[in-house]
């Protein structure tokens, strides 16, 4: 998220960029949102393998709304 990096190893948030991975995502604070809470890829620029990127959003648990 902006120029802050950060990588998944077997489900686990690493600090930092990993030498070889496998994607890499890019956004900003909104897109990272929209990433993580609808699934939506459009806001983001992914580099690498995308099918890899879309099979992670696809074993995120579901996010429940929060009334306002």
Same mark, same amino acid.
């Given at each position: 998220?902006? *120029?802050?990096?950060? #990588? &998944?190893?077997?489900? *686990? #948030?690493?600090?930092?960029? %990993? /030498? *070889?991975?496998?994607?890499?995502? /890019? =956004?900003?604070?909104?897109?990272?949102?929209? !990433? !993580?809470? *609808? @699934?939506? %890829? #459009? @806001?983001? =620029?992914?580099?690498?393998? @995308?099918? +890899?990127?879309?099979? %992670? &959003?696809?074993? %995120?648990?579901?996010? /429940?709304?929060? +009334? +306002?």
């Amino acid at each position: 998220v902006g *120029d802050e990096e950060a #990588s &998944l190893v077997n489900g *686990d #948030s690493q600090p930092g960029a %990993l /030498e *070889d991975p496998d994607a890499v995502v /890019e =956004t900003d604070a909104e897109g990272f949102y929209y !990433f !993580f809470v *609808d @699934r939506d %890829l #459009s @806001r983001a =620029t992914v580099t690498g393998d @995308r099918a +890899a990127v879309e099979n %992670l &959003l696809g074993t %995120l648990p579901a996010v /429940e709304p929060v +009334a +306002a």
